[in-house]
């Protein structure tokens, strides 16, 4: 238990500090920027309380607005993903699985299943972001194409990350 709570501790400050050192400041052909941040969410055991998963979404999304000036906006999305992540893991995961592994991560499932759930939970993720970011629909098409190319790239580092970190 101490271990676990140590260990996620560390992959919060370690993926806050990447993302609002690193990533924030990578803006790639001026509209692709990589959210790193999202792998604390995704890498949670399967077994976190939905109120859990809320509470620390919104802590996540506060800490990015806090040191981004973004008013909410990664609170609110964090959140968001927090509320949904139990019904998608139910969804694309067997029962099976999630009573015999302890958290989602490559090293346990496969290369294809981490791949799919993260590009999930990016996609939502970025397509509210940027949607919310924009405020308008004027820019509809252009504010998804940000997001999806800003989406693979985040998909990208965290698979990365996976190979780097969590490996067998």
């Not at 139990?86 to 991560?105: D, F, H, M, W, Y």
């Not at 924009?134 to 996976?162: H, K, N, P, W």
Request: aromatic letters at 16%.
């Amino acid at each position: 238990m101490v271990n676990n709570l140590l260990k996620y501790s560390l992959i919060f400050i370690v993926s806050v500090l990447l993302q609002v050192l690193v990533l924030n400041h990578i803006l790639v052909f001026r509209m692709i920027s990589p959210y790193f941040y999202l792998i604390f969410m995704l890498l949670l055991p399967y077994d976190t309380p939905r109120a859990m998963l809320i509470f620390l979404g919104f802590i996540l999304g506060l800490s990015i607005d806090a040191f981004t000036n973004t008013l909410g906006v990664h609170a609110a999305v964090c959140v968001l993903i927090g509320f949904i992540r139990p019904g998608v893991l139910n969804k694309i995961s067997t029962r099976e699985t999630r009573e015999s592994v302890s958290a989602p991560r490559i090293s346990t499932m496969s290369l294809n299943w981490f791949i799919s759930y993260a590009a999930i939970f990016v996609a939502i993720h970025h397509i509210i972001l940027f949607m919310l970011e924009a405020f308008t629909f004027e820019g509809f098409f252009f504010t998804m194409i940000r997001a999806f190319l800003s989406g693979i790239l985040s998909v990208i580092l965290i698979v990365i990350s996976q190979f780097i970190f969590f490996r067998k």
